[in-house]
T-cell receptor, first 109, second 114 residues
Framework: QQQVKQSPQSLIVQKGGISIINCAYE??????FPWYQQFPGKGPALLIA?????SEKKEGRFTISFNKSAKQFSLHIMDSQPGDSATYFC????????FGSGTQLTVLP | ETGVTQSPTHLIKTRGQQVTLRCSSQ?????VSWYQQALGQGPQFIFQ???????GRGNFPPRFSGLQFPNYSSELNVNALELDDSALYLC?????????????FGNGTRLTVT
């Protein structure tokens, strides 16, 4: 059973554009929602995280929006840059992380 | 501050063999988790160790086993390797348990089973 569903599978945006990745979860016991960035040949690196008592968190160009009632959360990357090209994973935790299936982001120069 | 290091980086094994993967946790971290990442997929939780005891396990068979040592380094052992075990194996450490402290991942061991 896939507990965290992520979309889209791939995303292409122009430099300077906004990248939006969406995730939905089923388990209401999840209480921590991080996003990870992974470059080829590297392990995932924590980008930003949110807890369900907050509806939005912003760090630099990265923003998480969280909708507890809909059991959905999303990552927004403002002013996307070619260096942001990577695979992004959402995750949810109730002690251990359950990851989404990933979104391969390509930012065109 | 030393990050999470894993060894070896790549490994090729034959079906039916056994393999041991190693992980050194980030300094100050007492919890280690192992994940399996198949090509094009998100990481799947295998198990977690806190203070040398397993305290969480994902949907993996008993032939996947592990250890955590007093210095918080860890091993993942896989017996009777199958072709589907081919994947990137990721180790992650965190500072506190229980709770949702940020996980810091190593760069993984790429295991190929032929």
């Amino acid at each position: 059973q896939q507990q965290v569903k992520q979309s889209p599978q791939s995303l292409i945006v122009q430099k300077g554009g906004i990248s939006i990745i969406n995730c939905a979860y089923e388990n209401t016991a999840f209480d921590y929602f991080p996003w990870y960035q992974q470059f080829p040949g590297k392990g995932p690196a924590l980008l930003i995280a949110i807890r369900p008592d907050v509806s939005e968190k912003k760090e630099g160009r990265f923003t998480i929006s969280f909708n507890k009632s809909a059991k959905q959360f999303s990552l927004h990357i403002m002013d996307s840059q070619p260096g942001d090209s990577a695979t992004y994973f959402c995750a949810a935790s109730e002690g251990q992380l359950t990851f989404g299936s990933g979104t391969q982001l390509t930012v065109l120069p | 501050e030393t990050g999470v290091t894993q060894s070896p980086t790549h490994l090729i094994k034959t079906r039916g063999q056994q393999v041991t993967l190693r992980c050194s946790s980030q300094s100050g971290h007492n919890t280690v988790s192992w994940y399996q990442q198949a090509l094009g997929q998100g990481p799947q939780f295998i198990f977690q160790y806190y203070r040398e005891e397993e305290n969480g396990r994902g949907n993996f068979p008993p032939r996947f086993s592990g250890l955590q040592f007093p210095n918080y380094s860890s091993e993942l052992n896989v017996n009777a390797l199958e072709l589907d075990d081919s994947a990137l194996y990721l180790c992650a450490s965190s500072q506190n348990h229980p709770g949702n402290s940020p996980l810091h991942f190593g760069n993984g061991t790429r295991l190929t089973v032929t």
